[in-house]
């Protein structure tokens, strides 16, 4: 029962990504969607977007982090589980706020794709007038 107290769950989003993100104490393996996180990101970018909260910490080593995540594109999932690990570490200790404020770690983006216009060709773009 010690062990489960240990867990610390928290959620983030982007776009239309949502990871669902658990952090334990452990040697620092990262687990998305049940595979290793370099099995699951490609993009060295991607992957450096998901250790920045640890990174930033010093504490890479020191967490195990285990998260589901659906939705959108790589880029959108990194970023859902980046705000995860942030708001699962600030719920682990509050002192942290500040660091990771400070880092915009904490604050969601609220980007989100427009949507399409009934009667025109999307969000913004129009079909082209003739006069003629």
């Known amino acids: 029962m010690a062990l489960e107290a240990t867990k610390y769950y928290a959620t983030g989003r982007r ?3 949502v990871a669902r ?3 334990k104490p452990g040697e620092g ?5 049940k595979k290793t996180m370099e099995d699951y990101f ?3 970018t991607h992957k450096v977007l998901v250790v ?4 930033l910490l010093g504490a890479e080593a020191k967490y195990d982090v285990s998260a589901n995540v659906s ?5 959108g999932q990194a970023g859902a ?3 995860g690990i942030s708001r699962a570490l600030l719920s682990m200790d509050g002192t942290l706020r500040g660091q990771l404020r400070k880092a915009g770690l ?3 983006d609220p980007r989100v794709k427009e949507r399409k216009k009934y009667g025109q060709k999307g969000a913004r773009a129009r079909f082209q007038f003739s006069k003629r």
Do not use: F
């Open 21 to 23: 993100v658990w952090l």
């Open 81 to 83: 589980i980046r705000l």
């Open 42 to 44: 490609q993009r060295p």
């Open 52 to 55: 920045a909260p640890l990174r």
């Open 29 to 33: 393996k990262i687990l998305i969607n």
């Open 15 to 17: 776009k239309s990504s």
């Open 71 to 75: 939705g959108g594109g790589a880029s």
């Open 106 to 108: 904490l604050t969601r």
